[in-house]
């Protein structure tokens, strides 16, 4: 079975409109390899006027984060009809800094989660554990955890068409990379505990990217793992040059 190979950029709150604009082009020039998607998540405000911008067919747009309410008295909230409406294609869900600064629970998150596939968007579910839980050893249990608490209403064909991030905490935005071998156990266990209540059939088309300081310099060597099917970058896709030499790491 053949899983994609995605390289997702989540740019989190940077740049402005312009700054977006410019990135965006600049990675649509490049020459990029074509059996890897690359989903561009930008802040909510750029989305519409990426949209309007002619690129090669693999490059895709998301969502950082949406509503898990359909419409109404929701102010600052961004709907999923609204996401699709400007040809918006993934939505990242239950970031960990969604989770830490906005409370964002295991539950909230299942709300989300069937509010994304009711329109169709494609859900990155993002799930990792914090330095204190990898450090007394409950890492994988605690991740597990997160998967089952919001994927319990999901159906078999909602999680048939899912992208899981693990992304450990203590890896974001910190420099410290888990090692390929800490990224495939954690992997490895998610895709088991897939096949455990969903079948082999499932488990293994659903790919499992891996975040936390992915860089040109460590991007092949995680991508090169069995389980690791890509992965979702922060602070190296904020440039156009490194976004590529993680795009082209794939082996
Ligand atoms: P960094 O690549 O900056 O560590 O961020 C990872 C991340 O949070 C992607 O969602």
Not at 36 to 46: E, G, L, R
Request: hydrophobic share 40%; proline share 4%; with cysteine.
């Amino acid at each position: 079975m053949i899983r994609r190979k995605i390289a997702a950029a989540n740019w989190k709150m940077n740049t402005n409109l312009q700054e977006g604009i410019d990135l965006y082009k600049k990675l649509c020039g490049l020459t990029l390899a074509d059996d890897v998607d690359i989903v561009i998540c930008a802040p909510a405000t750029h989305l519409y006027a990426l949209s309007q911008i002619a690129g090669p067919e693999q490059v895709v747009l998301g969502a950082q984060n949406m509503s898990n309410e359909e419409s109404g008295a929701f102010t600052g909230e961004v709907s999923g009809r609204m996401l699709t409406s400007i040809g918006v294609t993934y939505v990242v869900i239950g970031h960990s800094e969604r989770r830490a600064y906005f409370a964002e629970s295991d539950e909230l998150l299942g709300l989300k989660l069937k509010t994304a596939f009711s329109h169709n968007l494609v859900p990155i579910f993002c799930c990792g554990e914090a330095l204190d839980i990898r450090k007394n050893g409950t890492h994988v249990s605690h991740v597990i955890s997160q998967i089952k608490g919001s994927f319990k209403n999901l159906s078999p064909d909602e999680v048939e068409k899912i992208v899981i991030a693990y992304e450990p905490i203590w890896a974001i935005g910190t420099g410290e990379t888990a090692s390929p071998e800490q990224a495939q156990e954690m992997h490895s266990e998610i895709r088991k505990h897939l096949t455990e209540a969903y079948g082999s059939t499932i488990s293994n088309v659903v790919p499992i990217l891996y975040g936390g300081s992915v860089k040109p310099a460590n991007a092949r060597e995680i991508f090169s793992k069995p389980d690791v099917d890509g992965g979702l970058v922060g602070g190296a896709s904020l440039n156009a040059d490194s976004f590529s030499a993680i795009i082209n790491s794939f082996n």
